[in-house]
Protein backbone atom coordinates (compact mmCIF):
# COMPACT_ATOMS: atom_id res chain seq x y z
CA UNK A 1 0.00 0.00 0.00
CA UNK A 2 2.74 2.18 1.21
CA UNK A 3 4.27 1.53 -2.49
CA UNK A 4 1.19 2.07 -4.32
CA UNK A 5 0.82 5.91 -2.57
CA UNK A 6 4.90 6.81 -3.46
CA UNK A 7 4.17 5.64 -6.73
CA UNK A 8 0.50 8.11 -6.91
CA UNK A 9 3.15 10.89 -5.30
CA UNK A 10 5.36 10.19 -8.13
CA UNK A 11 3.22 10.52 -10.78
CA UNK A 12 1.56 13.73 -9.49
CA UNK A 13 4.45 15.40 -9.23
CA UNK A 14 5.67 14.76 -12.75
CA UNK A 15 1.93 15.83 -13.95
CA UNK A 16 2.44 19.14 -11.61
CA UNK A 17 6.32 19.24 -13.34
CA UNK A 18 5.19 19.18 -17.17
CA UNK A 19 2.27 21.63 -16.25
CA UNK A 20 4.30 24.07 -14.79
CA UNK A 21 7.07 23.57 -17.82
CA UNK A 22 4.61 24.21 -20.24
CA UNK A 23 3.34 27.65 -18.86
CA UNK A 24 6.60 28.59 -18.17
CA UNK A 25 7.20 27.86 -21.78
CA UNK A 26 3.97 29.56 -23.26
CA UNK A 27 5.09 33.12 -21.05
CA UNK A 28 8.77 32.82 -22.62
CA UNK A 29 6.65 32.84 -25.74
CA UNK A 30 4.60 35.66 -25.15
CA UNK A 31 7.31 37.56 -23.96
CA UNK A 32 9.14 36.73 -26.90
CA UNK A 33 6.56 38.12 -29.13
CA UNK A 34 6.26 41.63 -27.40
CA UNK A 35 9.85 42.26 -27.41
CA UNK A 36 10.33 41.38 -31.05
CA UNK A 37 9.47 44.49 -32.46
CA UNK A 38 11.36 46.49 -30.16
CA UNK A 39 14.95 44.42 -30.72
CA UNK A 40 14.30 44.04 -34.61
CA UNK A 41 12.13 47.62 -35.55
CA UNK A 42 13.20 45.94 -39.31
CA UNK A 43 10.46 43.10 -38.58
CA UNK A 44 6.74 44.79 -39.15
CA UNK A 45 3.29 43.24 -39.30
CA UNK A 46 0.39 43.89 -41.83
CA UNK A 47 -2.34 46.36 -40.12
CA UNK A 48 -5.96 44.62 -40.16
CA UNK A 49 -8.16 44.79 -43.11
CA UNK A 50 -9.29 48.34 -43.52
CA UNK A 51 -12.86 49.20 -43.99
CA UNK A 52 -12.25 50.86 -47.41
CA UNK A 53 -11.13 47.58 -48.89
CA UNK A 54 -14.99 45.99 -48.43
CA UNK A 55 -16.77 49.17 -48.99
CA UNK A 56 -14.96 50.04 -52.14
CA UNK A 57 -12.96 47.10 -53.29
CA UNK A 58 -15.84 44.57 -53.56
CA UNK A 59 -15.59 42.29 -56.22
CA UNK A 60 -19.22 40.82 -56.19
CA UNK A 61 -20.34 44.52 -57.22
CA UNK A 62 -19.80 47.04 -59.80
CA UNK A 63 -19.60 50.34 -57.81
CA UNK A 64 -21.94 53.42 -58.56
CA UNK A 65 -19.56 56.71 -58.51
CA UNK A 66 -21.38 60.01 -59.36
CA UNK A 67 -19.13 62.75 -59.54
CA UNK A 68 -21.05 66.40 -58.81
CA UNK A 69 -18.77 69.12 -60.02
CA UNK A 70 -19.32 72.31 -60.84
CA UNK A 71 -20.08 72.47 -65.14
CA UNK A 72 -16.94 75.61 -65.61
CA UNK A 73 -14.49 73.54 -63.32
CA UNK A 74 -14.95 70.17 -65.26
CA UNK A 75 -14.67 71.75 -68.64
CA UNK A 76 -11.53 73.74 -67.42
CA UNK A 77 -10.00 70.01 -65.69
CA UNK A 78 -10.54 68.81 -69.03
CA UNK A 79 -9.11 71.61 -71.13
CA UNK A 80 -6.03 71.92 -69.12
CA UNK A 81 -5.58 67.91 -68.13
CA UNK A 82 -1.98 67.96 -68.72
CA UNK A 83 -1.79 70.49 -65.91
CA UNK A 84 -2.76 67.94 -63.44
CA UNK A 85 -4.45 70.58 -61.21
CA UNK A 86 -7.41 70.28 -58.37
CA UNK A 87 -10.89 71.39 -58.65
CA UNK A 88 -13.23 70.68 -56.10
CA UNK A 89 -16.47 68.19 -56.26
CA UNK A 90 -18.64 66.17 -54.47
CA UNK A 91 -18.85 62.45 -54.87
CA UNK A 92 -21.48 59.60 -54.08
CA UNK A 93 -20.08 56.05 -54.03
CA UNK A 94 -22.17 53.51 -53.91
CA UNK A 95 -25.11 56.37 -51.86
CA UNK A 96 -22.71 57.86 -49.93
CA UNK A 97 -21.60 61.41 -50.03
CA UNK A 98 -18.16 63.29 -49.70
CA UNK A 99 -18.11 66.70 -49.94
CA UNK A 100 -15.01 69.06 -51.38
CA UNK A 101 -13.06 66.25 -52.31
CA UNK A 102 -9.97 66.83 -54.90
CA UNK A 103 -10.45 65.58 -58.68
CA UNK A 104 -8.11 66.12 -61.02
CA UNK A 105 -6.68 64.34 -64.28
CA UNK A 106 -4.26 61.66 -63.87
CA UNK A 107 -1.92 59.22 -66.29
CA UNK A 108 0.99 59.93 -68.02
CA UNK A 109 1.54 58.70 -71.58
CA UNK A 110 -2.12 57.87 -70.89
CA UNK A 111 -2.84 61.41 -70.42
CA UNK A 112 -1.17 62.65 -73.07
CA UNK A 113 -2.58 60.09 -75.95
CA UNK A 114 -6.20 61.15 -74.68
CA UNK A 115 -5.45 64.60 -74.31
CA UNK A 116 -4.13 64.50 -78.25
CA UNK A 117 -7.22 62.59 -78.88
CA UNK A 118 -10.89 63.20 -79.57
CA UNK A 119 -12.07 61.93 -76.47
CA UNK A 120 -12.41 63.76 -72.70
CA UNK A 121 -12.31 60.10 -70.81
CA UNK A 122 -9.50 60.58 -69.13
CA UNK A 123 -8.24 58.50 -65.82
CA UNK A 124 -9.15 60.42 -62.62
CA UNK A 125 -7.18 60.57 -58.92
CA UNK A 126 -9.64 61.53 -55.81
CA UNK A 127 -8.36 63.23 -52.80
CA UNK A 128 -10.25 63.28 -49.97
CA UNK A 129 -7.45 65.46 -47.88
CA UNK A 130 -6.77 68.25 -51.05
CA UNK A 131 -9.62 70.41 -49.19
CA UNK A 132 -10.56 68.85 -45.85
CA UNK A 133 -8.07 67.95 -43.55
CA UNK A 134 -8.40 64.31 -42.45
CA UNK A 135 -10.65 63.50 -44.67
CA UNK A 136 -10.62 59.73 -46.61
CA UNK A 137 -12.93 57.56 -47.57
CA UNK A 138 -13.00 55.39 -44.81
CA UNK A 139 -9.38 55.38 -44.11
CA UNK A 140 -8.56 56.13 -47.99
CA UNK A 141 -7.20 59.11 -49.23
CA UNK A 142 -6.68 59.14 -52.20
CA UNK A 143 -7.97 56.97 -55.04
CA UNK A 144 -7.50 56.06 -58.54
CA UNK A 145 -10.31 56.00 -61.29
CA UNK A 146 -8.51 54.33 -64.37
CA UNK A 147 -10.36 54.29 -68.02
CA UNK A 148 -8.97 51.33 -69.21
CA UNK A 149 -9.59 52.90 -72.57
CA UNK A 150 -6.69 50.89 -73.90
CA UNK A 151 -7.84 47.44 -73.28
CA UNK A 152 -10.61 46.17 -75.32
CA UNK A 153 -11.33 43.53 -72.90
CA UNK A 154 -11.91 45.94 -70.27
CA UNK A 155 -9.87 43.06 -68.17
CA UNK A 156 -6.07 43.38 -68.40
CA UNK A 157 -5.21 45.92 -65.64
CA UNK A 158 -7.60 43.84 -63.25
CA UNK A 159 -6.15 40.40 -63.44
CA UNK A 160 -3.13 41.78 -63.35
CA UNK A 161 -3.68 42.73 -59.91
CA UNK A 162 -5.51 39.40 -59.03
CA UNK A 163 -2.31 37.53 -60.64
CA UNK A 164 -0.02 39.71 -58.16
CA UNK A 165 -2.48 39.25 -55.06
CA UNK A 166 -2.85 35.39 -56.07
CA UNK A 167 1.17 34.99 -55.98
CA UNK A 168 1.37 37.02 -52.15
CA UNK A 169 2.77 39.90 -53.92
CA UNK A 170 1.69 43.44 -52.80
CA UNK A 171 -0.05 45.26 -54.81
CA UNK A 172 -3.15 47.58 -55.35
CA UNK A 173 -7.00 46.70 -54.40
CA UNK A 174 -9.20 47.22 -57.31
CA UNK A 175 -12.79 47.08 -58.66
CA UNK A 176 -15.03 48.07 -62.06
CA UNK A 177 -17.02 50.95 -61.40
CA UNK A 178 -19.51 52.43 -62.98
CA UNK A 179 -19.12 56.75 -63.29
CA UNK A 180 -21.57 59.54 -63.58
CA UNK A 181 -20.48 63.28 -64.05
CA UNK A 182 -23.30 65.42 -62.72
CA UNK A 183 -25.70 62.39 -63.19
CA UNK A 184 -24.10 61.81 -66.93
CA UNK A 185 -22.90 58.41 -67.87
CA UNK A 186 -18.93 58.85 -68.19
CA UNK A 187 -18.42 54.70 -68.83
CA UNK A 188 -16.89 51.95 -67.09
CA UNK A 189 -14.39 52.41 -64.94
CA UNK A 190 -10.76 50.69 -62.00
CA UNK A 191 -11.19 51.99 -59.17
CA UNK A 192 -7.33 51.37 -57.56
CA UNK A 193 -6.41 51.32 -54.61
CA UNK A 194 -3.59 54.38 -54.84
CA UNK A 195 0.50 53.33 -53.14
CA UNK A 196 0.51 55.47 -50.15
CA UNK A 197 0.40 55.32 -46.48
CA UNK A 198 -2.91 53.16 -46.27
CA UNK A 199 -1.52 50.34 -49.04
CA UNK A 200 1.90 50.50 -47.01
CA UNK A 201 0.18 49.86 -43.49
CA UNK A 202 -2.42 47.49 -45.23
CA UNK A 203 0.72 45.29 -46.48
CA UNK A 204 3.70 46.29 -44.03
CA UNK A 205 2.13 47.62 -41.09
CA UNK A 206 4.27 50.43 -40.66
CA UNK A 207 4.98 53.74 -42.69
CA UNK A 208 8.36 53.86 -41.65
CA UNK A 209 11.35 54.42 -44.54
CA UNK A 210 10.93 55.81 -48.26
CA UNK A 211 8.27 55.34 -51.24
CA UNK A 212 9.55 56.23 -54.93
CA UNK A 213 7.47 56.76 -57.51
CA UNK A 214 8.60 58.09 -61.08
CA UNK A 215 7.89 61.33 -60.94
CA UNK A 216 8.40 61.52 -65.31
CA UNK A 217 9.13 58.84 -67.84
CA UNK A 218 8.61 58.54 -71.35
CA UNK A 219 8.01 55.56 -73.15
CA UNK A 220 10.27 54.65 -76.86
CA UNK A 221 14.14 55.43 -77.26
CA UNK A 222 13.93 59.37 -75.99
CA UNK A 223 14.23 57.52 -72.17
CA UNK A 224 13.95 60.79 -70.01
CA UNK A 225 12.73 63.24 -73.18
CA UNK A 226 16.37 63.79 -73.87
CA UNK A 227 15.55 65.17 -77.34
CA UNK A 228 13.13 67.47 -75.69
CA UNK A 229 15.20 69.36 -72.89
CA UNK A 230 15.01 66.10 -70.16
CA UNK A 231 17.46 64.35 -68.39
CA UNK A 232 17.89 61.59 -70.97
CA UNK A 233 18.87 58.69 -69.32
CA UNK A 234 18.42 60.41 -65.88
CA UNK A 235 14.78 60.06 -64.38
CA UNK A 236 13.78 62.36 -61.21
CA UNK A 237 12.00 60.51 -58.60
CA UNK A 238 10.50 61.88 -55.29
CA UNK A 239 11.09 60.12 -52.04
CA UNK A 240 8.42 59.97 -49.58
CA UNK A 241 9.59 59.56 -46.38
CA UNK A 242 7.64 59.25 -43.26
CA UNK A 243 8.70 60.46 -40.02
CA UNK A 244 7.55 59.42 -36.46
CA UNK A 245 3.54 59.84 -36.48
CA UNK A 246 3.62 62.55 -33.02
CA UNK A 247 1.46 65.27 -34.62
CA UNK A 248 -1.72 66.50 -33.45
CA UNK A 249 -3.60 64.11 -35.68
CA UNK A 250 -1.08 61.34 -34.72
CA UNK A 251 -0.75 60.72 -38.38
CA UNK A 252 2.65 60.64 -40.24
CA UNK A 253 4.34 62.93 -40.83
CA UNK A 254 6.04 63.56 -45.05
CA UNK A 255 8.92 64.86 -46.21
CA UNK A 256 9.33 65.18 -49.71
CA UNK A 257 12.93 65.22 -51.57
CA UNK A 258 14.16 65.45 -55.12
CA UNK A 259 16.53 62.78 -55.83
CA UNK A 260 17.80 61.53 -59.30
CA UNK A 261 17.82 58.02 -59.78
CA UNK A 262 19.68 55.89 -63.20
CA UNK A 263 17.39 54.21 -65.15
Known amino acids: MREVICLDENVSKKT ?10 IALLITGMALVPKAFPDVIRADARPEYIDR ?14 DENDFEWLLENATLEEYR ?17 PKGNSSLSQIARSNSRRFSFKLDF ?11 AEKIVLNNIMSDKTYMKEYLSYELFD ?15 VNNEDWGLYLAVEVVDESFIK ?39 QCLSPEDEEDRCKMKQEWIKCRI
Open 56 to 69: LFNKSIVNEINIEI
Open 88 to 104: SCNIAINGETFYNVGIR
Open 166 to 180: FMGVPSSACAYSNIK
Open 129 to 139: SEYVRGQSYHG
Open 202 to 240: RHFGSVSGNLYKPEAMDIGGDWGGQQNGGPGRWEILTAT
Open 16 to 25: ILKIVLTILC
